[in-house]
């Protein structure tokens, strides 16, 4: 099982993003789905997170500024950012709970990661 993700890059304050996390290999199930970030010199946290049947929850700072959203069929999950701050800066991992049997146990897979950064 492999997570991709990509869609980072230079973005002005302000502006806007949108990253994709593909999932692919031997996969039966996929639970929660999430974003994850880790700015240089921090510890990494949380952006949001979806569970299969389309709940969400975000951080605190990512509230009213992203929204999470998963195509269950393509075995994809989404984050659209907006109004990007500076502090945004940070590589962006994606991360599923998946089982790749009908009762086989669930892992959590990461991402290679994908750097955005916020910055005139």
């Known amino acids: 099982v492999q997570l991709q993700a990509f869609g980072g890059g230079l973005v002005q304050p302000g502006g806007s993003l949108r990253l994709s996390c593909a999932a692919s290999g031997s996969i039966f199930r996929i639970n929660v789905m999430g974003w994850y970030r880790q700015a240089p010199g921090k510890q990494r946290e949380l952006v949001a997170r979806t569970s299969s049947s389309g709940s969400t929850y975000y951080a605190d700072s990512a509230k009213s500024r992203a929204t999470i959203s998963r195509d269950n069929a393509k075995n994809m999950v989404y984050l659209q950012m907006n109004s990007l701050k500076p502090e945004d800066t940070a590589v962006y991992y994606c991360?599923?709970?998946?089982?790749?049997?009908?009762?086989?146990?669930?892992?959590?897979?990461w991402g290679q990661g994908t750097l955005v950064t916020v910055s005139s």
């Open positions: 991360n599923a709970d998946i089982a790749s049997s009908r009762y086989g146990t669930t892992y959590d897979y």
